[in-house]
């Protein structure tokens, strides 16, 4: 019993002796911690193996041409054509050669490939520029349009006016409230515009030449100046002529065209003479210059010319000086100079290897 004592007595004093805190009884137990035991790192040098294993040679790398591609597209070759007849009775004559020879006019325009639409209205102000006939546009797809075209040029034999206004009667023609009434349809937005007059009188209208060719350079907006012109198979100037066959009759001749031929110098048309035997040669130059699809087409990179492909509509074209194309280093354009024309609305693609500097 007092060994038991004794021992428990020891054990309460122990418990309340315990300073690990640093005080005893009080406070929290802060234990003791043993720092840890770091050995020493020996750093060592790197082993380097500095024998010649192998040389390393350093080449360009091996040179390729760079390849270009341009695309472009043809225009549409789209014209609308405004005939201005002279009405009077000395025409009759003239107004028959022109129906002669209208066919071969509109083969050239086909041939090509201009998509066209034709009008006539007369120099008589008392028409005020409407549109003639029963049908008054005449297209590629018109049935019989030399038939049509004849119908529209033709007048009755009272027909005379005493002053004629041809250009005045173009004006109104292409203007308000004609162009979206009577003559609606005819003007289209994307198309050139040529006028052909054929008279064997002067213009009568009142106002300056200059007046009518600023009209036309401006009738299709800022930057398309080129797209409109007028033409004119009218008097010779400076003294006028007599038409073939019409020398012996009282005031058979011609007036000279000084203000017509004076538009048609502005707005880059077309002069010839209501006194030729045949009107053929005259139509066809117009006929050509009314031909609104580009033959030149620039490159926008130096190519090497060897190297060159050119494919229309996805379809390869030959270089070929008369069914083909050739490339001209002065303008740096391929150029189609023979038969061959890229269709209006074509898509053409240029292919080649660019040249070194």
């Given at each position: 019993?007092?060994?038991?004592?004794?021992?428990?007595?020891?054990?309460?004093?122990?418990?309340?002796?315990?300073?690990?805190?640093?005080?005893?009884?009080?406070?929290?137990?802060?234990?003791?911690?043993?720092?840890?035991?770091?050995?020493?790192?020996?750093?060592?040098?790197?082993?380097?193996?500095?024998?010649?294993?192998?040389?390393?040679?350093?080449?360009?790398?091996?040179?390729?041409?760079?390849?270009?591609?341009?695309?472009?597209?043809?225009?549409?070759g789209i014209v609308d054509i405004l005939w201005?007849?002279?009405?009077?009775?000395?025409?009759?004559?003239?107004?028959?050669?022109?129906?002669?020879?209208?066919?071969?006019?509109?083969?050239?325009?086909?041939?090509?490939?201009?998509?066209?639409?034709?009008?006539?209205?007369?120099?008589?102000?008392?028409?005020?520029?409407?549109?003639?006939?029963?049908?008054?546009?005449?297209?590629?797809?018109?049935?019989?349009?030399?038939?049509?075209?004849?119908?529209?040029?033709?007048?009755?034999?009272?027909?005379?006016?005493?002053?004629?206004?041809?250009?005045?009667?173009?004006?109104?023609?292409?203007?308000?409230?004609?162009?979206?009434?009577?003559?609606?349809?005819f003007l289209r937005p994307a198309a050139a515009?040529?006028?052909?007059?054929?008279?064997?009188?002067?213009?009568?209208?009142?106002?300056?030449?200059?007046?009518?060719?600023?009209?036309?350079?401006?009738?299709?907006?800022?930057?398309?100046?080129?797209?409109?012109?007028?033409?004119?198979?009218?008097?010779?100037?400076?003294?006028?002529?007599?038409?073939?066959?019409?020398?012996?009759?009282?005031?058979?001749?011609?007036?000279?065209?000084?203000?017509?031929?004076?538009?048609?110098?502005?707005?880059?048309?077309?002069?010839?003479?209501?006194?030729?035997?045949?009107?053929?040669?005259?139509?066809?130059?117009?006929?050509?210059?009314?031909?609104?699809?580009?033959?030149?087409?620039?490159?926008?990179?130096?190519?090497?010319?060897?190297?060159?492909?050119?494919?229309?509509?996805?379809?390869?074209?030959?270089?070929?000086?008369?069914?083909?194309?050739?490339?001209?280093?002065?303008?740096?354009?391929?150029?189609?100079?023979?038969?061959?024309?890229?269709?209006?609305?074509?898509?053409?693609?240029?292919?080649?290897?660019?040249?070194?500097?």
């Open positions: 019993m007092t060994l038991r004592l004794f021992l428990l007595a020891a054990l309460l004093g122990a418990s309340g002796c315990d300073n690990v805190s640093g005080d005893p009884g009080r406070g929290e137990a802060v234990p003791t911690v043993a720092p840890p035991r770091v050995s020493p790192v020996e750093l060592l040098p790197p082993t380097v193996d500095r024998s010649v294993t192998q040389r390393v040679e350093v080449r360009d790398p091996p040179v390729a041409p760079a390849v270009q591609v341009d695309v472009q597209r043809q225009v549409e201005v007849v002279d009405d009077s009775g000395s025409m009759a004559n003239q107004r028959e050669l022109l129906t002669l020879h209208f066919s071969r006019f509109v083969e050239e325009l086909l041939r090509l490939q201009v998509r066209y639409q034709m009008g006539v209205i007369s120099t008589n102000f008392t028409d005020r520029g409407v549109l003639r006939g029963t049908t008054k546009i005449i297209t590629p797809e018109t049935p019989a349009p030399r038939e049509v075209f004849l119908q529209n040029t033709s007048f009755p034999a009272a027909s005379r006016a005493r002053l004629e206004q041809g250009l005045r009667m173009m004006e109104l023609a292409l203007t308000e409230p004609n162009r979206g009434g009577a003559n609606a349809g515009l040529a006028v052909i007059a054929v008279t064997d009188e002067d213009d009568g209208s009142y106002g300056d030449p200059a007046y009518y060719a600023r009209f036309l350079r401006s009738l299709k907006g800022p930057g398309n100046e080129n797209l409109s012109s007028l033409s004119i198979i009218g008097g010779t100037t400076p003294d006028g002529c007599f038409p073939p066959g019409e020398e012996i009759y009282f005031g058979g001749r011609a007036d000279p065209a000084f203000r017509y031929s004076a538009v048609a110098t502005r707005t880059g048309g077309i002069i010839g003479s209501i006194c030729d035997t045949s009107f053929e040669g005259t139509l066809v130059k117009i006929a050509s210059a009314l031909n609104t699809l580009r033959r030149a087409f620039p490159l926008s990179l130096k190519p090497v010319p060897a190297t060159l492909h050119v494919l229309v509509n996805g379809v390869p074209v030959p270089r070929d000086l008369v069914n083909g194309w050739q490339y001209r280093a002065d303008t740096q354009s391929v150029t189609f100079l023979g038969n061959y024309v890229p269709p209006p609305g074509a898509l053409l693609r240029f292919e080649y290897a660019l040249a070194p500097p």
